[in-house]
């Protein structure tokens, strides 16, 4: 192969060529995302069912649906929310289940479900539950809320809605335009006329429908009957008797609906439309679209209108991306002139660097093709597989050299140096290589993130070997020469004095194996007990410039109410010069819950400020502490986001009797209370609705013959504007007449019992006498896990690791709950945790691979364990970086470390392939691995600062996302320096302990050869 490719240059030159060029395309065509694709197949089903309560929504609707869709193949969780009025099932499938399909199956049960009359029909949607991708701000100059509206629907939101890959486009703060009309109580009982009877009335006097066709010879006529109004005028002067009209006893006019929601921009009162994309597609596709349609936005809205666009998520995207594109540039020529300072040939260091572009632009070629987007782990895994990719070309052109020195011209000494080293390549590339092989079999969110990492770095170190072993013999036996520069001369003396040092400490250390063996574990031991401040987490927190305030007041809390508590929070925020802009949702719920509010503040970047994201969200913790009218919780936007609560702690308890729920879920908010570091502690438990629960007097209504029935309808028709008396046509587009009681006379229930209700003689009476009503409280929302009631318990943590707060409530939790209760974690710990299973099974796997193709590749039992020892000795490194660095464990460092067990067994290669070969020619152990040592020491030198320099950026940056970035890269860097000298120092030692062995166990197997 190396030889073809020293006597072809030109083919091995468009070889190159044909893989750069296709490199670039793809690199300009991938798509770019922060992580990979961790969207689960997500499919919500809402129905509506009005007049219901959440007990009533839970067993006649939800239930019911949950029943449908729980027998669907490849569902992963399936959870739902009972409102009054409203079921909201949420189904989560694999990850590895195709949404369009999912949604289908989804919709194909829901068809045979019998749902109530009066029970609206399931909407199926496939959404992201990951947030929205980014929203538009849109608000009247004029304060003209109806013509605001009106624009919002008709103009913006189908042109958001047409963007691709958009899955909806949720409005805060939007009211449906509605002929509203507006009763006085007091006018109807004047004149005798109940509400259902005007009701029935206006939709009998304002109809239009088709009547049927008149054909004769020549033509076919359609045939239809207009009777509705066509303005609000005439719709007013329905005759209601004789001599009275509609205007006469309410209030009739063009506006808007009843208030849901409400949403402000920096103090400005309009709407915000937020843009969910659906589960699986590309965010900045979404986003780059929204931003391209503005200025036509813009223009549709005319002067009257500010439009703007907010909670942009590209801009985090874009930053952390281009941080980690500079880190792995800047990490390339630290490796280079590195390289450099060994090699000190100026023509040798630039043939070895060739070998760092060739191998990252031939990458993204592969990871392309494989269906891979260019997103962050791509990008830090060929950062920190600079060091292999220019190590494989250091140990050719290193060895080439060596042959030069010796006397071999320019093609001979390519050859045989090729030649010599090719086996120990191949050894290192394959033991590489075996490590990432058990992550190709990982499955779940963590597998997505272990995948896109290892394959990126898999294809590199394929692509690194054949660079080495090809491109670089090619260029090498044409340019390189042995002569020695004056830096070369000058130096020397220093690397001889650090090779006859090493071979002085050595020689004692062969000697004294066995102690030199004890004292090296005795560290590892020793290391994992000092440093035992390292905690682990899902992934670090990263200061993105934003963060967030959920507030709950009491169920039955207005908006109005809200507004006004919501005020001093913010006035806090308005006054921060650190804050960029910030936005307020109220009612920004599913099920537009008036009692929840959401403040998202974006932060100037952090160049422009003076404190970090979490200083300030802990300054904003501590000063609403104060505030005791709501729950709050001042969080960070998490930086992947699965759908659900944002806490890192979320504690499902499950079980039937809601009240022992609740009291479960109470002691474990108190027990939270108590661990150091739980902050923010709430539970989504929701009763204390008020409510008004009326009732039939039934010897009174018996006796007057009136029904339940009669009288429901009638207080319907009174109080709720939820359903609609009739339809109001104008220019082409429908909008609903509702009729209600006047806010006034809304507000005061004395006036139920002044309504009157047809008896059975066709007189009128008063309610009053005919019902008793009192005052309760009911449950606000009734929420289920897997079919069974739940309650969760959530907290945000604050300068504590998250596996100490899950070990506490391991160890506490037990005593709250009875039988036929149980919990379980969500969110951040069930990440956590399923990471540290992946993980283990992963070491595990890839320590049993590397040791079958170690002993395939040197056709022995003992001698990869020999290479594989400094595995272990790597963790005392990583173990004291984490601990010198305040960082814990998580799912990055875990990623590190996978790459880690591959790079840490190159070293020990290195030396056991050089001393298995000068034992063959006739040396002692002893003199064997001294002059491995001695041989080998510069080019382990050399390889490891390279890698430790590359790395070196990623992991003191202080750019956008190095707070991810930083302990991934100091783990490695940990575990290479530990694993090097340790490697130098220990791996002769164990080799002279280990070759009896592997000899006497050799006389079994090589008994003979044909």
Do not use: C
């Not at 047409?162 to 703060?173: K, W």
């Amino acid at each position: 192969m190396y030889k073809f490719a020293i006597n072809r240059p030109i083919t091995i030159l468009m070889a190159v060529m044909a893989l750069i060029i296709f490199g670039l395309k793809s690199y300009s065509s991938m798509p770019l995302a922060l992580f990979p694709n961790v969207d689960f197949p997500i499919v919500t089903i809402q129905t509506a069912y009005p007049g219901a309560d959440a007990k009533t929504v839970e067993s006649k609707i939800t239930d019911k649906i949950e029943e449908a869709v729980s027998g669907i193949n490849g569902i992963d969780k399936l959870d739902s929310t009972s409102y009054e009025g409203l079921s909201y099932v949420i189904v989560r499938f694999d990850l590895k289940i195709d949404i369009n399909e999912a949604a289908n199956d989804v919709r194909d049960k829901i068809g045979g479900v019998i749902l109530p009359d009066n029970a609206l029909a399931p909407l199926v949607q496939k959404i992201s539950t990951a947030g929205e991708a980014i929203s538009v701000f849109v608000v009247s100059k004029s304060g003209d809320m109806s013509a605001l509206m009106q624009l919002v629907d008709e103009k913006i939101k189908p042109k958001l809605q047409r963007i691709p890959n958009v899955g909806d486009v949720d409005i805060d703060g939007y009211q449906d335009r509605e002929i509203r009309i507006l009763v006085d109580p007091y006018l109807l009982n004047k004149y005798n006329i109940s509400a259902i009877e005007l009701q029935n009335i206006i939709g009998n006097e304002n109809f239009k429908a088709s009547s049927g066709k008149s054909i004769n010879d020549k033509q076919e006529l359609i045939i239809k009957f207009q009777g509705d109004s066509k303005d609000i005028e005439s719709l007013s002067n329905i005759e209601i008797k004789p001599g009275l009209r509609l205007k006469d006893v309410a209030k009739v006019f063009d506006g808007l609906s009843d208030v849901e929601s409400y949403s402000s921009y920096n103090g400005q009162v309009g709407v915000m439309l937020n843009i969910m994309k659906i589960s699986g597609t590309n965010v900045i596709g979404i986003i780059d679209k929204a931003k391209q349609l503005l200025p036509e936005l813009k223009t549709i809205a005319g002067d009257d209108y500010q439009v703007s666009l907010i909670k942009d998520q590209s801009d985090k995207i874009m930053h952390s991306v281009d941080q980690v594109k500079f880190d792995l540039v800047f990490g390339a020529i630290l490796a280079i002139v590195i390289v450099f300072l060994f090699l000190r040939n100026l023509t040798a260091t630039i043939v070895s660097a060739l070998a760092i572009p060739t191998s990252i632009i031939g990458t993204f070629a592969i990871i392309d093709y494989m269906g891979y987007d260019l997103n962050k782990l791509t990008l830090i895994g060929l950062t920190l597989a600079i060091g292999i990719f220019i190590d494989d070309a250091i140990v050719v052109i290193e060895n080439i050299s060596k042959k030069m020195e010796s006397g071999m011209e320019a093609f001979e000494a390519t050859y045989e140096g090729v030649h010599e080293i090719a086996f120990s390549l191949l050894a290192i590339s394959a033991m590489l290589l075996a490590v990432f092989i058990p992550v190709a079999f990982m499955g779940g969110l963590v597998g997505k993130f272990f995948n896109a990492f290892a394959m990126t770095v898999a294809s590199g170190i394929v692509l690194s070997y054949f660079v080495a072993i090809m491109f670089i013999p090619t260029i090498g036996a044409r340019v390189l020469k042995h002569k020695e520069t004056k830096f070369h001369a000058k130096t020397e003396p220093f690397f001889q004095a650090l090779d006859n040092a090493y071979v002085k400490i050595l020689k004692p250390l062969i000697r004294f194996k066995y102690i030199t063996v004890l004292v090296t574990f005795g560290f590892l031991i020793l290391s994992s007990q000092i440093f035992t401040n390292v905690g682990m987490d899902f992934v670090p927190d990263e200061d993105n410039s934003e963060f967030q305030i959920t507030a709950k007041a009491e169920v039955g809390t207005s908006i109005t109410e809200m507004k006004k508590r919501m005020t001093p929070i913010m006035d806090a925020i308005k006054n921060d010069n650190m804050v960029d802009y910030y936005a307020l949702s109220i009612g920004y719920t599913t099920a537009n819950e008036s009692h929840k509010a959401l403040v998202y503040v974006k932060l100037k970047p952090i160049e422009q400020r003076g404190s970090g994201q979490a200083d300030i969200i802990n300054h904003y913790r501590k000063e609403f502490k104060s505030i005791q009218s709501m729950s709050l919780a001042v969080e960070k936007i998490p930086p992947i986001n699965t759908g659900g609560s944002n806490a890192p702690v979320q504690i499902v308890i499950t079980g039937d009797n809601l009240d022992k729920l609740s009291e479960i879920s109470q002691q474990v908010s108190e027990m939270l209370g108590t661990f150091e570091g739980a902050v923010d502690i709430d539970s989504d438990y929701q009763d204390g609705k008020p409510e008004i629960t009326i009732s039939m007097i039934r010897h009174n209504t018996s006796r007057l013959g009136i029904t339940a029935t009669q009288i429901a309808a009638l207080l319907n028709s009174n109080y709720s504007s939820d359903s609609k008396i009739s339809d109001f046509t104008q220019k082409g587009r429908e909008y609903d007449i509702t009729l209600r009681f006047d806010d006034e006379s809304r507000a005061n229930m004395d006036n139920i019992k002044k309504l009157q209700i047809r008896a059975a003689n066709g007189e009128y009476v008063f309610l009053d006498g005919l019902i008793h009503f009192e005052q309760s409280n009911s449950i606000a929302t009734i929420n289920r896990f897997d079919r069974e009631r739940k309650v969760m318990v959530s907290s945000n943590i604050s300068n504590v690791p998250l596996n100490a707060i899950v070990s506490q409530v391991d160890e506490n939790i037990g005593k709250f709950l009875p039988e036929g209760y149980s919990y379980r974690f969500s969110g951040d710990v069930e990440k956590m945790q399923e990471t540290a299973v992946s993980f283990s099974t992963a070491v595990g796997l890839a320590v049993i691979l590397i040791y079958l193709i170690l002993a395939a590749l040197y056709e022995s039992l003992i001698q990869p364990i020999i290479i594989m020892v400094t595995m272990p000795l790597a963790f005392t490194g990583v173990i004291t970086a984490l601990g010198l660095s305040g960082n814990n464990f998580s799912l990055f460092v875990m990623i590190g470390i996978i790459l880690l067990l591959g790079m840490v067994g190159k070293n020990a290669i290195l030396v056991v392939d050089f001393a298995n070969r000068a034992i063959k020619d006739g040396e002692s152990v002893d003199d064997a691995l001294i002059h491995a040592g001695e041989k080998r020491l510069r080019p382990i030198l050399m390889t490891t600062f390279a890698m430790v320099g590359a790395m070196m950026p990623l992991a003191f940056g202080s750019g956008a996302g190095h707070e991810m970035n930083s302990p991934m890269a100091l783990s490695v860097i940990g575990g290479l320096i530990s694993s090097t000298i340790l490697a130098l120092l220990v791996v002769p030692a164990f080799y002279k302990i280990l070759y009896p062995v592997d000899s006497w166990i050799r006389k079994w197997y090589e008994v003979g050869k044909i």
